[in-house]
């Protein structure tokens, strides 16, 4: 006897964190050193995503949806220094960047039944979506005699770069009733910003509540 096709729709909000790993080295020109160093990572944005599922079976499902891991910031800064790190300073760039994620999925999805109210869940499938770069840099030069001005020059980007990669996540999620259940789930992410020799690894737990109809 076929399973009759169980269908259900959530929408979630959580939390997001990132591990940011830069291989930028430091750099020595003709005796003008030059050293880059990271602020701390701040969740700027609130993640959130919204999924439709369809139920085939006890044990498998197949899942849409959108996920928004919200973005991002940091601060990278270059100093350049004469005669060594310790020298005189020659300019410093500040770099305020933002990174933003986002992409629609398709999973699979396997049920693993703990009791009548209580599964665990693991998907498996592809997500299609693109991380947005945006990059506020201001340039400060200092120059070599005091009859000069400090020049300050501002500088503005802005790029995207659309992936196709695996989409994995695990799952825990509560039957209240028969119209409505809850969900505990993590998302796990890479990605690289190459122009500035950074990756990324993000993590988003989410708990939503979902509609079965």
Known sequence: ?????????????????TELSASDPTKDFGGTTETPSYSDVENQAMPW?????????PSYAFEVGF???????FVKTFSKNE????????????????????????????????NQRLNMQFKAGVIFGSNN???DEVTTVQPSDSSSD???????????????KAHLAMAMVYRANKDWS???????????????LESFD????????RYHF
């Open 182 to 196: 809850y969900q505990l789930q993590l998302n796990q992410i890479q990605f690289d910003h190459d122009t500035e």
């Open 49 to 57: 995503n919204i999924y439709l599922g369809l139920r085939f079976h």
């Open 133 to 135: 770069y945006t990059d």
């Open 150 to 164: 400090v020049q300050v020059t501002p500088g503005f980007s802005t790029s995207s770069k659309a992936f196709a």
């Open 202 to 209: 993000q993590w988003f737990t989410s708990l939503s509540a």
């Open 83 to 114: 005669n060594g790190i310790n020298g005189e300073s020659v300019s410093t760039v500040v770099r305020n960047a933002k990174v933003s994620t986002r992409g629609f999925y398709l999973s699979h999805v396997l049920f693993y039944n703990l």
């Open 67 to 73: 996920l928004n891991y919200g973005s991002i910031k």
């Open 1 to 17: 006897m076929a399973f009759p096709v169980a269908k259900y729709a959530g929408f979630g909000l959580g939390y997001s964190y």
